[in-house]
């Protein structure tokens, strides 16, 4: 389940919104937790062929043998909210991701609630989605769910 909040007055005092997502993982990512599933939002997300854990380099369509501190920002968010995601007192700011992480978010949202906070309004394609909005628990179908997320971020 996700728990989306698109409006800052509504995140409950005692969570922490986490916003430093490049910075978080440019000094303080501990690489250990990356399995099969993170190399694969690596490939999708960011087209990364090879990762060196060891070096921490990896090989993209951009180039062989860089710095792992030089992928995207969406990229860098997913996986501080994969490495992160038992931890419930952080609502992670997803406003710097594009549309490409939003299925993978909603693919760790099935197995974990994560708390999320949002500036914009895009959604994946339409499909039925479980969302508890700034407290408010709603069932929301595709296209209808743009005008009715509006409403909650006034």
Known sequence: ?????????????D??????????????????????RCVKYMHDIDG????????????????????????STGLKTLLNIYSLRKV?????????CGENVLPYLFEIADENAVSLFLRYF????PNLYDFSINGEHLC???QNMVSKLLKYSE
Do not use: E, W
């Not at 043998?65 to 030089?70: A, L, M, Q, R």
């Open 140 to 142: 929301l179908k595709g």
């Open 15 to 36: 969570l922490i919104l986490f916003t430093a997502h490049d910075a978080y993982f440019d000094g303080s990512m501990n690489y250990s937790y990356i399995d099969d």
């Open 48 to 71: 990364i062929t090879r990762f060196d854990l060891q070096n921490q380099i990896v090989d993209t369509s951009f180039g062989k043998g860089t710095d792992i501190i030089n992928i």
């Open 1 to 13: 389940m996700i728990t989306l909040y698109v409006n800052k007055k509504y995140i409950p005092k």
């Open 88 to 96: 419930s007192d952080y609502i992670f700011d997803i406003s710097g």
């Open 122 to 125: 895009r959604v994946p394609k």
